[in-house]
């Protein structure tokens, strides 16, 4: 079953940063791709998000939850057919599981719905974020 894999997690002090990759395990149809995390203890919520209607990364559409709006950006490599987080101004609230996610959905405003209500189809199984202050 294809499954997506995250990796770059570590541990990292307050104010440094991380940057996250994803890749498919093989091929997926997608449009909408999403970070997702879990502390533990909290429920999982969708960080960002990003529609892609073209090669053209200008016609990319992101959406961020409010916590990690200005600090992290959500983007992704077409010739490489990876998505990445870049995490910067990490703080200790940010430790938590990551989770890399996609799946395909109708247009920018339903990928970000389906990245705020964790309902994207493809998961992967994760990679660890600590940030110490």
């Known amino acids: 079953q294809v499954r997506m894999v995250e990796s770059g997690g570590g541990s990292v002090q307050a104010g440094g940063s991380l940057r996250l990759s994803c890749a498919a395990s093989?091929?997926?149809?997608?449009?909408?791709m999403g970070w997702f995390r879990q502390a533990p203890g909290k429920e999982r919520e969708g960080v960002a998000s990003i529609y892609t209607l073209s090669e053209d990364a200008d016609y990319d559409t992101t959406d961020y939850a409010d916590s990690v709006k200005g600090r992290f950006t959500i983007s992704y490599d077409d010739a490489t057919d990876m998505v990445y987080l870049q995490m910067n101004s990490l703080k200790p609230e940010d430790t938590a599981m990551f989770y890399c996610?996609?799946?395909?959905?109708?247009?920018?405003?339903?990928?970000?719905?389906?990245?705020?209500?964790?309902?994207?189809?493809?998961w992967g199984q994760g990679t660890q974020v600590t940030v110490s202050s």
């Open positions: 996610a996609a799946g395909l959905v109708g247009g920018a405003r339903a990928c970000a719905l389906a990245t705020r209500q964790i309902s994207l189809d493809y």
């Open positions: 093989g091929y997926i149809h997608r449009n909408c």
